[in-house]
């Protein structure tokens, strides 16, 4: 069951709502979690038993961490033992690696073992016998949620929730739950207590969630079997290559906006306020201001939790341009674990950020807004290439087709492929990607009927989305692998 499917729109979610509605306030965490529940159950059973097995362990931990001594004993004072003077540092390390090590063994442990039988004939070796290990639908997501929890209530931002209820309800909130946005607890603390169940962040959270559809199911999935199509390809051409490309990153983009677009409109119906995950970030005019458009939810974790622990950017230049590195790395192997395609991916954009970084400390000339704004788009939709392909044969394939190697005219197999669905699907997203850029320029100039449909398009937008919902089977969000 996702958001985009007959069952969620039609049965699951219009239940939750009428529920929760009628619930006294004080029950309403209660609903929230016993409907995550129910939502992430539909997916494994056996799942759910470590979803709450990892909620209880973290609920645990937060209040452990609250009860051990805070800091350092008094200059003078008596010293302590060991666990006065460290527990709470030691327990906060063995709560991250218990958290690391089950995504470690989910996410990780197909990988190195195909790399192995891979690798063992080489050396003489005999390969392993392995039966795959399934990944629980958004592990990830759920496993930084916990981190992020724990290193919060040890730096003192937030209490530590007395009730498990409450944090169950935070740990399982199924609009976010399964792909984001990474919600920390600090953000929605004061919402868990309490929170306003209003007409007015009813109707604006379904316009959100409205709006998120339209942009999974009218964009993102009529671009699938296009970018699938070119990724298959034995010989792409130029042509096939930069159409799967292009197609590929705007699928992506309102895929995974569409997601946090509709998590964010369905917290809002509760009367949570959760930040933005997305601001435009193919109109960034450099690899840094990309980063600080895309999952940001994922891009502020990773600075505040990763990159300024290891020292960020306070311990000399060459230290800054290796932290990129790591960090970038480890986001990149965050996001897949069938391939170390994301690896590389994410050492690109670790590369890509150090060399924007040298340039400002070098004084090198500026470089223009339009020309930046374009090398950025570049150099990101090439980085997607290898984000999407399934390995690294493909995309050295694409890539060599990108460069013009392997013809150049669009090749016969995706001629026939591309339909005229994929070109309004590319249209309408191109449009959706420009022109936020002129929005205010436009409206100023566009007649009162023209706005008063943009403003109601999302109601026509849904019932068109809902329809193709009714008449197709449901196409799996992208990030929900990750």
């Not at 016998?129 to 290193?151: E, K, N, T």
């Not at 069938?338 to 991916?345: A, H, Y």
Request: glycine content about 8%; hydrophobic content about 55%; proline content about 5%.
């Amino acid at each position: 069951m996702i958001f985009s499917s007959f069952e969620f729109l039609s049965l699951f979610l219009p239940a939750f709502l009428l529920v929760y509605a009628l619930a006294p306030a004080g029950w309403r965490n209660g609903v929230l979690l016993l409907a995550s529940w129910i939502f992430y159950g539909w997916w494994s059973p056996t799942f759910l038993l470590l979803l709450i097995a990892l909620t209880i362990v973290t609920w645990l931990g937060g209040l452990a961490l609250d009860a051990l001594p805070h800091g350092a004993p008094a200059a003078g004072g008596p010293r302590g033992g060991l666990l006065a003077r460290h527990g709470r540092v030691w327990l906060l390390a063995a709560l991250i690696v218990l958290n690391a090590s089950i995504l470690f063994w989910f996410k990780y442990i197909n990988i190195l073992v195909q790399t192995y039988n891979g690798l063992a004939p080489l050396a003489g070796a005999m390969p392993v016998q392995w039966q795959r290990v399934a990944l629980p639908i958004g592990l990830s997501f759920i496993i930084l949620q916990a981190i992020s929890y724990l290193v919060d209530v040890y730096r003192g931002l937030c209490r530590p929730a007395r009730s498990f209820i409450r944090l169950g309800a935070y740990k399982a909130m199924f609009g976010q739950l399964i792909a984001g946005p990474i919600v920390r607890y600090v953000w929605v603390e004061h919402e868990l207590v309490s929170r306003p169940f209003s007409w007015e962040n009813f109707s604006a959270g379904a316009r959100k969630f409205m709006v998120g559809l339209c942009m999974k199911v009218l964009i993102a999935d009529t671009l699938s079997p296009l970018v699938g199509a070119a990724f298959a390809l034995p010989e792409p051409t130029f042509a096939d290559a930069w159409l799967g490309c292009l197609a590929y990153s705007l699928q992506l983009f309102f895929d995974f906006a569409g997601y946090s677009a509709m998590a964010i409109g369905l917290g809002q119906m509760q009367g949570f306020r959760i930040p933005e995950n997305f601001n435009h970030p193919y109109l960034a005019t450099s690899i840094q201001d990309f980063w600080r458009r895309w999952h940001i939810s994922l891009s502020t974790w990773i600075r505040d939790y990763l990159y300024i622990p290891l020292g960020g950017n306070r311990k000399g230049p060459v230290r800054t341009y290796v932290n990129l590195l790591i960090t970038m790395a480890i986001a990149g192997m965050w996001h897949g674990s069938d391939s170390w395609n994301f690896l590389l991916w994410g050492l690109a954009h670790g590369v890509a950020l150090a060399l924007a970084r040298a340039w400002r400390a070098w004084r090198l000339p500026a470089v223009p807004v339009l020309l930046s704004r374009c090398l950025t788009l570049l150099f990101v939709w090439l980085a997607w290439t290898i984000f999407r392909a399934p390995d690294f044969d493909t995309a050295l394939l694409m890539y060599r087709a990108q460069l013009g190697l392997s013809g150049w005219a669009l090749g016969d197999a995706l001629r026939v492929d591309f339909q005229a669905s994929h070109l309004v699907g590319l249209l309408l997203g191109l449009a959706c990607v420009v022109l936020p850029h002129y929005r205010d320029r436009i409206r100023g100039r566009l007649p009162a009927g023209v706005l008063a449909f943009i403003d109601l398009w999302p109601v026509a937008g849904f019932l068109l989305a809902f329809a193709l919902v009714a008449s197709r089977d449901a196409v799996p969000f992208l990030y929900f692998q990750f």
